[in-house]
C-alpha cells in the first residue's frame, strides 16, 4: 500500500489520541490506521523565523513532521491572508474581508517554504494529500520543484460562487495554483459548482473537471457509544439535575462570526416572546469557546453575545430559571457528547458552513428510543444530506424560533421518523467511507 502524505495548517499533538483529538484527526484516524503515513506542517509554535528543516517525531506508522513559523510569517500568512482575507471570504462575507498584499505575499512564502521543507521527505509512490484553505499554493509549489507524485486538495470550507470569490486581489492566481492538484475535494456538489464554473472561466477546464465533491462525516457508532456512556457519568447527571425537569436546547459552536451566533440567541428570544408557553420550560445551554481572540471582529462578536444573553437573561428570567446558560470555556467533547444526548432540540445555524460536524455529532449522539430535534441552518453543507432535520434560514430569528417550537413540539413518531433517515445517513457515510473515497479518487 502507498504511503499516505497528510499536510495540514497545523499537525494534531500525538498526545490528543481518542475523544480529545481535533476534528480532522478524527476524520483521519482511519486513513492513518490502515496505512504509513508521513503528516506534515506548522508545529503551533512561533520562533524568530520560520524554520527550514521540520522537526521529526515517529509514533509507530505515523511519522510527524512539523515547522516553527517565523513570527512575522504567522501574522502574514496565519492572521492576515488566511484568517482575515481567505475565511471570510470562502464564506460569503466579502465586507469583513481585508486584503493587505503583504499578507498575500506572506502567504505564499509559506506555502513555497512548506513545499521546500516537504519536498526531500517525499517518496516516489507517495500519495500527498493537502487540507484546506491555508494552503492553496502548497501544490504548485511542490510541482515546481519537480514533484510527480499524486497530489490531492480538499477544502473544508464553502467555495462560493465565482463573482464573489473573484472579487478577491489575487484570486485568479490561487485558482491557477488548485490547478496543480489531480484530485479537488470539496463539501458538496454547490462547492463544487462554484469552483469548477471559477476555474473554467479562468481558461481552466481540465482542473474543472477535476473537481468532486466528498462530504465528510464522522465517526457515527463511535460518538453514539461515547454519548451514551457519558450520559450516565457524574457530569451529566448533575446537568440534567440541574434542569428540573426543562427540555433542553444545545449549541456547541467555536466563537466565529460565520456560526450566526447573534441571529440565533435573537431568534430565541423570538421564541420566547412569541411561543410564550416555553418559558420556564426550556433551558437553551450554548457552548461556545474563545477563537481567533486576538483579531478585532471576534472581540466585537463577543462583546454583542455577552449583551444578548444579558438581555435574554434580564428580560425573562425567574428566580429559579435562567432561560439561556451561555459558556465562553472549554467543555470537553465527551461531556458535550453526553450533554447532546439529554437534548431535545441541537441547535445548529451556521450563517454558512462547509459541512458542520456538530449538527452530525448531534444526530449521533441522540437516544434511538426517544430522540430529540436537529433544528439546522440551510447555510451549512450537512443540511444537503440531513434531510430530517427542521431547516431554516440562520438569518432569520423568527424562522429560527418558529423551527424551535415545531422542535419542542414534535410528536414522538415524526422525531423517530426524522431521526432515522439522519442516522442512517450518519453512520453510513462516516469518516471512514469519507477518506477511503477520496483516497480511492487520488489513487486514480
Ligand atoms: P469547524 O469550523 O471547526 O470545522 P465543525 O465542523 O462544526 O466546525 O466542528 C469541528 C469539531 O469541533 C467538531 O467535532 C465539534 O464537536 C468540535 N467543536 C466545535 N465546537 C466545540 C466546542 N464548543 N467545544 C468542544 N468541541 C467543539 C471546519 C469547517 C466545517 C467542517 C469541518 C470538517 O469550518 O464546515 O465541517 O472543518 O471538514
Redesign the pocket.
Known sequence: MRRLVIVSNRVPNPRERGPTA???A??LRDAIARRETLWFGWSGATAEATATEPAISRHGQLTLATLDLGREDYRRYYQGFANATLWPTLHYRLGLATFDRQDFTGYCSVNAAFAVALAPLLRADDLVWVH?FHLFALGAELRAGGAKQRLGFFL???FPPRALFCALPRGAELLRDLAAYDVIGV?TTEDAENLAAALAAEGLPDAAARVAAFP?G?DGEGFASLAQREATKKEAVRFRESLAGRGLVIG???L?Y??GLPQRFCGYGQLLKRFPEHRSKVTYLQ???VSRGDVAQYRALRRELDEWVGRINGHYAEPDWVPLRYMTR????PV?AGFMRGARAGLVT?LR???????K?YVAAQDPADPGVLVLSTG???ARELDGAVLVNPLDPDEIAEGLDQALTMPKDERLDRWGRMNALVRDGNARAWSKGYLAALEG
Open positions: 481535533g476534528g480532522l478524527v476524520a484546506d473544508h470550507v464553502p463539501q465528510i464522522i456547541v459552536d467555536r466565529d460565520t456560526k457552548v461556545t469557546p472549554a467543555v470537553k467533547r458535550l451556521p458552513d462547509g459541512m458542520n460536524l456538530v449538527a455529532e451549512a453543507g450537512a
